[in-house]
């Protein structure tokens, strides 16, 4: 019962429609209204999104832990070089379509599809560097790997990303996870760039903004 109070089978308003497009800050999306919960875009991280692309454009950028590849289409449009990264085919199919409503150069190998943290080691092989790595994990997530639990598993995750920073690289690190504070977030991050070599600095904290006010679920901190 709970599930379907959270994503209704039909809509509550309106005929329903399998797909729709819309604009965030004047960018094209596409959305599956009908996609359970996850429908193509977290309304929430917004102004990350906005962030991304305000930024002045520095090279290369890695976005991991993709899904429809909002945190890349805002990149490119700012003139980043971007690389795509989730463990879903779909996804990344879908990331490529939203690339497609803005016009912008889609080609395969800026898709990867895989477990991030072998993605991460193998560009690190590779000798591949980044000017702006997100991070954008689940907070919970079962693979061939194991489970992935933000609490007790992100100042890993931040440490394998903070190997592939240029060295006036950044950082955006995010969780969704409510149970995480900012304090527990700037810990793991320092401790994960610490153990990657870097001298952490923290220079700025976002949230969800003023359309979700008081919420505490979604925290965001660029480090360099």
């Not at 996609?35 to 309304?43: E, H, M, P």
């Not at 599809?113 to 690190?124: H, M, P, Q, T």
């Not at 527990?184 to 870097?198: E, F, H, I």
């Amino acid at each position: 019962m709970q599930r379907e109070w959270l994503s209704p089978p039909e809509p509550v308003w309106g005929e329903a429609r399998p797909e729709i497009v819309a604009l965030e800050g004047g960018v094209p999306f596409l959305f599956r209204p009908g996609a359970d919960l996850s429908i193509g875009l977290f309304a929430d991280a917004r102004p990350l999104r906005a962030w991304v692309r305000e930024q002045e454009p520095a090279g290369q950028l890695l976005n991991a832990f993709a899904y429809t590849c909002g945190f890349g289409v805002m990149g490119t449009l700012a003139g980043y070089q971007v690389k795509n990264i989730d463990l879903s085919r779909k996804v990344l199919a879908w990331g490529q379509a939203n690339y497609a409503l803005s016009g912008l150069a889609d080609p395969d190998q800026d898709f990867l599809y895989g477990d991030v943290f072998d993605w991460l080691r193998r560009l690190k092989k590779r000798g591949e560097r980044f000017d702006l790595v997100v991070l954008d994990p689940p907070s919970f997530a079962r693979s061939q790997r194991g489970v992935w639990r933000a609490e007790r598993d992100y100042a890993a995750l931040a440490g394998e990303a903070a190997a592939l920073l240029t060295p006036q690289g950044r950082l955006l690190a995010v969780t969704n996870h409510a149970g995480i504070s900012a304090a527990a977030l700037s810990r793991m991050v320092g401790s994960g760039l610490a153990a990657a070599g870097r001298q952490g600095q923290f220079q700025l904290s976002l949230g969800p903004g003023p359309d979700w006010p008081g919420a505490t679920h979604l925290r965001a901190q660029v480090w360099s």
